[in-house]
């Protein structure tokens, strides 16, 4: 099975010409209008400059779900979850079901007033 490139519908969307996506990849315009008619996807060398030139991810320009946004913890819990990572495994064990336990009761208790 192979995808479908979503090329045109990206290009409008971005507001650009086939000939300024062209001179902007440094690729012939009958290229990209290929590209976008056949639905195949640009060779791999084109694909990053494309992206960007669109601003779009790859996986979008590949027609995938945009990636969800990863959140890592900051200041102090990711201190305390780096100092466990350097424990034995079967304390980060330990760690991980407290941790879990005590989440699990948070989500499905309800609501105290302060």
Do not use: C
């Amino acid at each position: 099975m192979t995808k479908k490139s979503n090329l045109r519908q990206l290009r409008e969307a971005s507001d650009l010409s086939v000939r300024e996506v062209a001179r902007q990849i440094d690729e012939s315009h009958t290229n990209v209008s290929y590209w976008e008619r056949s639905g195949h996807i640009p060779r791999s060398d084109v694909l990053v400059p494309l992206a960007k030139v669109l601003g779009v991810t790859l996986e979008e320009l590949l027609g995938e779900p945009k990636p969800k946004r990863v959140v890592n913890p900051g200041g102090r819990v990711r201190r305390v979850f780096e100092s466990v990572l350097k424990l034995p495994r079967r304390q980060q064990e330990k760690v991980a079901e407290f941790v879990e336990a005590f989440v699990d009761r948070q989500t499905h208790e309800p609501a105290k007033a302060h």
